[in-house]
């Protein structure tokens, strides 16, 4: 099993990115993707999870509104957006998944640094 993450990306406030995981190894419709970030000094925080099968989403409400995931099953990938950034967005953004034994895979991360 693979997560494949893109590369560190940096943005000025206000603007917006998007972090893509490509998944390998597994049947990608059959688990949730679930996104978690990491600020500097920061715990690991839970941003949401997408259902690749039917790209249904579920955020805390922290999130709603600013992030969007969606998946592209052609190529099981999938994608989180952030929208108007701001300083204290800029983390280590990680994608998971959970597979049905309990195991969990991660990413291995995309830097995403926001300032002026």
């Known amino acids: 099993v693979q997560l494949v993450q893109s590369g560190a990306e940096a943005r000025n406030p206000g603007a917006s990115v998007k972090v893509s995981c490509k998944a390998s190894?597994?049947?990608?419709?059959?688990?949730?993707i679930h996104w978690v970030r990491q600020a500097p000094g920061q715990g690991l925080e839970w941003m949401g999870r997408?259902?690749?099968?039917?790209?249904?989403?579920k955020y805390p409400q922290k999130f709603q509104g600013r992030v969007i995931f969606t998946a592209d099953t052609s190529t099981s990938t999938i994608y989180v957006e952030l929208i108007s950034l701001r300083s204290e967005d800029t983390a280590v953004y990680y994608c998971?998944?959970?597979?049905?034994?309990?195991?969990?895979?991660w990413g291995k991360g995309t830097l995403v640094t926001v300032s002026s």
């Open positions: 190894g597994y049947i990608f419709k059959s688990y949730y």
């Open positions: 997408i259902d690749p099968e039917d790209g249904g989403t």
């Open positions: 998971a998944t959970i597979l049905g034994d309990g195991l969990e895979f």
